[in-house]
């Protein structure tokens, strides 16, 4: 028998902790952290070299959640933390929690450069349009004009574009998924997890307790399916409850049509993962209330990796240079005498 038929198949319990889940009851993080449990055995990944890695916010206390290792970081620095991870250790699994808040305020430097260099992280970031662990103050995603304790006559900021953002820095994955679609939530965890590279995916996180529904027009039964798309590589963008309407192109400009004699599948536009002036079209769909809101992956892309380059670079500098000497470096060629 080899060592692979010896290993013992894992399960969901096996990346169950034995902490307690925090979570204010109904809270959309019971159904992510559920749903990642679910998927990590069908990965065939040692538990020993899967690292999950917060900063701060209700999401954050993921990493105690899994039985794996994990770090429960500072305010905004998950993805600082992990590269140090990834490229110490390339062989690691490693994903980045985060929420909108710790993502894209005080971690928004950090992000983008995270997304821009492609060092190969799962980020998942949590997104409930508020502040939920300092109890209900407005965040870079909250709507504008919303009324909160840190807004109390609405906010007058304008709010990020998640996609946007994202798309921005040049990252090589984007993918939208939302915690009341456990299935969908699945695919595009396997998803990001199969992407070799930086994946970020947006999960539409409802806050129970301070930002209740805040995604009601894509969650309720009543409403949904006339208002969220699920794209798939290479089909018509078709949505509606009897799958009747469509996206098609004027211009650059979307529109909804309804599917009729005049109008058929070949008329629409075809998702294509690969395009990125197609996921930054997308992107802008949130922006319209004519237009359904897109989940599922917007766009996916292989380019070198920056742990990848980083490993090569040093191979070739010690081939041409040799392996360096500690104590010369510290020296240095120059020397200066103070008096």
């Not at 590279?197 to 009601?216: L, P, R, T, Y």
């Not at 930054?280 to 319209?288: D, M, P």
Request: aromatic content about 10%.
């Amino acid at each position: 028998m080899n060592e692979k038929t010896l290993k013992p198949t894992l399960t969901r319990k096996d990346f169950v902790s034995d902490q307690d889940v925090r979570w204010c009851p109904g809270c959309g993080d019971y159904s992510i952290l559920t749903q990642t449990q679910k998927i990590m055995p069908e990965f065939d990944i040692p538990k020993e070299k899967i690292v999950f890695v917060a900063g701060i916010g209700c999401s954050s206390r993921f990493p105690y959640y899994m039985n794996t290792y994990g770090f429960h970081t500072i305010h905004g620095r998950a993805p600082t933390i992990a590269s140090g991870i990834k490229i110490s250790n390339p062989d690691l699994n490693v994903w980045v929690i985060t929420g909108d808040g710790d993502a894209l305020s005080i971690g928004g430097n950090h992000l983008i450069h995270v997304l821009r260099r492609n060092l190969d992280l799962n980020i998942v970031m949590f997104n409930n349009e508020i502040y939920g662990l300092t109890k209900g103050q407005y965040s870079p995603t909250s709507k504008f004009g919303q009324k909160t304790k840190s807004s109390p006559f609405g906010s007058i900021d304008m709010p990020f574009n998640t996609p946007s953002v994202v798309l921005g820095a040049k990252a090589t994955f984007f993918a939208r998924t939302i915690d009341s679609q456990p299935k969908h939530l699945q695919y595009t965890l396997r998803r990001s997890q199969e992407h070799i590279g930086s994946s970020f995916i947006e999960v539409f996180q409802n806050c129970i307790i301070f930002n209740d529904k805040a995604f009601s027009d894509v969650t309720d039964r009543d409403v949904r399916d006339d208002n969220v798309i699920d794209l798939k590589n290479g089909e018509p963008m078709i949505f509606g409850k009897n799958k009747d309407k469509g996206i098609r192109l004027d211009g650059f400009s979307p529109e909804v049509v309804s599917i009729n004699e005049n109008i058929s599948n070949d008329d629409l536009l075809v998702h294509d993962e690969k395009d990125r002036n197609l996921a930054s079209i997308l992107a802008n769909f949130t922006e319209k209330e004519s237009l359904p809101t897109p989940i599922g992956v917007f766009y996916s892309e292989e380019k070198p990796r920056y742990e990848e380059l980083l490993e090569d670079q040093l191979k070739e500098s010690i081939n041409n240079m040799g392996t360096g000497d500690l104590n010369k470096l510290i020296a240095g060629s120059d020397s200066w005498k103070v008096s």
